[in-house]
């Protein structure tokens, strides 16, 4: 393995110094794969594994797509309530360890043509987790944790290649029912747009059932977003889980559509019982009049970026729903108005300060614990569910637990310390995406340095 | 450290990355919150809308009663715009720069320099770089 080093400043540049950010490093990197593992064809999904190359080139691609979306925000800093870095870290070596089983627990209740299906129920449905970030979690986590895992010595690259081969083709096969063509597997290749409803009466009923805005109302909107959207972040963690953004669509009379998912209720956790009285998802049909030239971006964590970054000034019109429940039929998602908004708004502030209150008075290894359980159940759970095995994975596959080799990395990756040194070595460094045989196709691995 | 143009009676204190670049100007004293009782405690004190709130780190969670209950300006020692946070504070219009570096001030038990609580700081996040500056008078220059 390289001991080449670089410095930190010089690794979030590029990747592994070399490679560039967005579609140009997109581009870098996939000319050097031997393979076209990230090409989406239909026929290469009937097959249940990965061969050698294929899953040697889709880790070292999942390697720059984790450092383009993740690494600038590796220096994100502590967290003073949550300590997201730890149960990251402890999460990712249970997926490791777990996730493989679980998939085939799916893939076996469903087969190779219901998972990608499955996968397109993003296409279909609005409220939903089945979408790009969770579809892109069923991928990364596991990599990322076998990185950590590496880190921190305690497992060597060539371990369980069948189980990855696998793994990783279950997530080929939910995203080609994403994105419903053959194509590039992530939002990096696409350019970074996500339009998952194009085509579909969604968008129709988005225009039909719209509100425009003016000055006032505008803030009342904007109010809901940030208020339901702030609450999403703290019920999950302070992860993106309770999030999802699809698009940019763009629309017949020139404007720009952003469907944004807020999920506050699920009653799969514990602490979420705060918000029982909430919509398990409210969904903002959210459209924007931009000036010329302005850049909308939807990337795998289902996230919109803008060039320049201020969006919100520019919503011009907003068509609000809720889904009540997970399971609620979609033809029972209904509309939202405006007295019901303003009512979800008032709750989500009040509700934010209790949760805010609950965490503070937590110890340390509690909140590890709910950020662990969030990350390793919330990921797979919308699919067990669709395939029917819910149960089975508590019961047989220990969903809720943690493996020995989570046991082994627990204390390692719950000293600070550890944690903060492991991580830009593993995500921003490379050294998480290392081969499991053969050559590596990018530029070595290197540390990072001061 | 390149300073912008400012009126002479204030000088720059610190400087770091704009989350949203405005003309406004913002102004308040500022509060150091360094746990979640400090955050809970100051919420509830009627004071937070007029005050500009500094945290060490970038994550959401931590800052989430500020955001919530609307403070005048969010300043952070860490963290980035692509960051939970600065995404949360775009989406409240809420003026933010993150991983300040404050060159006077008090020093915290960490060592970090820091604007004694109270002090009346402006907000310049009228660029890509975001400026912290303090009344001349109160720097003591």
């Known amino acids: ?450 | 450290m390149t300073s912008p143009a400012t009126a002479p009676e204030f000088v720059t204190v610190g400087e770091g990355t704009s989350v949203l670049r405005s003309d406004e100007v913002v102004e308040g004293p500022i509060k150091w919150l360094d746990s979640p009782a400090d955050v809970i405690e100051f919420m509830e004190s009627g004071k937070a809308q007029e005050s500009i709130v500094l945290s060490r780190g970038g994550t959401t969670t931590f800052m989430a009663p500020a955001l919530s209950t609307g403070v005048r300006g969010l300043l952070t020692l860490q963290g980035m715009p692509t960051s939970h946070l600065g995404i949360l504070a775009r989406e409240f219009g809420i003026p933010c720069i993150m991983s300040v570096t404050f060159t006077e001030g008090v020093t915290t038990d960490r060592g970090e320099i820091i604007p004694a609580d109270g002090t009346i700081v402006r907000l310049d996040t009228s660029g890509e770089r975001g400026y912290v500056l303090v009344r001349a008078s109160e720097a003591g220059h």
């Open chain 1, 1 to 450: 393995m390289s001991n080449d080093t670089a410095p930190l400043a010089a690794l979030l540049e590029r990747y592994r110094t070399v490679y560039e950010p967005g579609s140009a490093g997109d581009a870098q990197v996939r000319a050097l794969l031997r393979s076209d593992v990230t090409d989406l064809h239909a026929d290469r999904l009937r097959a249940d594994s990965l061969t050698d190359e294929e899953l040697n080139d889709l880790i070292a691609y999942c390697g720059w797509n984790v450092w383009d979306m993740l690494g600038k925000r590796a220096t994100e800093g502590e967290s003073g309530l949550i300590p997201r870095q730890e149960y990251e870290t402890i999460a990712g070596v249970e997926q490791y360890s777990s996730y493989p089983a679980l998939f085939e627990l799916i893939t076996d209740a469903v087969g190779a043509e219901g998972l990608i299906e499955m996968g397109a129920t993003a296409r279909r449905e609005i409220g939903t987790k089945v979408n790009l970030l969770h579809a892109w979690c069923c991928c990364m986590p596991l990599l990322t944790g076998r990185g950590f895992a590496l880190g921190l010595g305690l497992i060597e690259p060539g371990e369980r290649r069948a189980e990855l081969a696998e793994a990783l083709q279950f997530s080929r096969r939910l995203y080609r029912g994403m994105w419903g063509e053959d194509g590039q597997m992530f939002a990096t290749g696409r350019s970074y747009r996500s339009p998952l409803l194009a085509g579909t009466e969604w968008l129709d009923r988005f225009v039909e059932e719209r509100v425009e805005l003016d000055g006032d109302r505008r803030a009342f909107y904007t109010t809901f977003n940030a208020s339901t959207q702030l609450l999403a972040f703290l019920l999950h963690m302070d992860c993106r889980l309770g999030l999802s953004d699809s698009g940019p669509y763009l629309m017949p009379d020139g404007r720009v559509l952003i469907v944004r998912d807020h999920f506050l209720h699920d009653p799969a956790y514990s602490w979420f019982d705060i918000s029982s009285d909430l919509p398990h998802a409210v969904t903002q049909a959210l459209f924007f009049g931009p000036p010329e030239g302005m850049e909308f971006t939807v990337n795998d964590l289902s996230t919109t970026f803008t060039d320049p970054p201020a969006y919100l000034p520019y919503l011009s019109a907003v068509a609000v729903y809720a889904r009540d429940r997970w399971d609620t039929p979609v033809e029972q998602i209904r509309p939202l108005g405006e007295a019901e908004m303003d009512s979800i708004t008032r709750r989500s502030r009040e509700k934010t300060m209790q949760l805010y209150k609950k965490f503070g008075a937590m110890s340390r290894e509690e909140l590890v614990d709910y950020g662990v359980q969030m990350y390793v159940v919330d990921m797979v759970l919308p699919f067990l569910r669709l395939a029917g095995v819910v149960d089975r994975a508590v019961e047989e596959l220990n969903l809720y637990g943690r493996s020995p080799l989570t046991h082994e990395a627990y204390d390692k990756l719950m000293d600070p310390a550890t944690a903060a040194e492991v991580l830009p070595r593993v995500l921003i460094g490379g050294f998480g995406f290392v081969p499991v045989t053969g050559r590596d196709p990018l530029a070595p691995a290197r540390v990072p340095t001061a």
